[in-house]
Nanobody, 131 residues
Framework: VQLQASGGGLVHNGGSLRLSCAAS????????MSWFRQAPGKERERVAC?????????YSDPVKGRFTISRDDAENTTVYLRLNSLKVEDTAVYYC????????????????????????WGQGTLVTVSS
């Protein structure tokens, strides 16, 4: 059971990338999926989340309107993060994580959670934005 993040790279300011998070050993059908990032010297922050089922999405303020999270509902094995209008401050290692949710907030729904609430973490992919 693992998640494999890919698609990172070096882009210029204003450029775009699409990150992928592929599941192996399980399917993502019942999981809320999140993307996090950690910049050098900073704490990890969640930037996007997508529910299972209704696929409602949520974004942090710094990326709202520029990033888009989506999921492949046909095969339930991959989640994507489209990064547009990239800025130097978006430089970070990006991680995906799977969360089953909880009864109070709804199974498969995005929620405020600690690292331990996430069932599976991907290994990270580096995004570097140059000026």
């Amino acid at each position: 059971v693992q998640l494999q993040a890919s698609g990172g790279g070096l882009v210029h300011n204003g450029g775009s990338l699409r990150l992928s998070c592929a599941a192996s050993g399980f399917t993502l059908e019942y999981y809320a999926m999140s993307w996090f990032r950690q910049a050098p010297g900073k704490e990890r922050e969640r930037v996007a989340c997508i529910n299972s089922g209704d696929s409602n999405t949520y974004y942090s303020d710094p990326v709202k309107g520029r990033f888009t999270i989506s999921r492949d509902d046909a095969e339930n094995t991959t989640v994507y993060l489209r990064l547009n209008s990239l800025k130097v401050e978006d430089t970070a290692v990006y991680y995906c994580a799977a969360d089953l949710g909880s009864a109070p907030t709804g199974w498969g729904m995005c929620r405020i959670a600690t690292d331990g609430d996430f069932a599976v973490w991907g290994q990270g992919t580096l995004v570097t934005v140059s000026s």
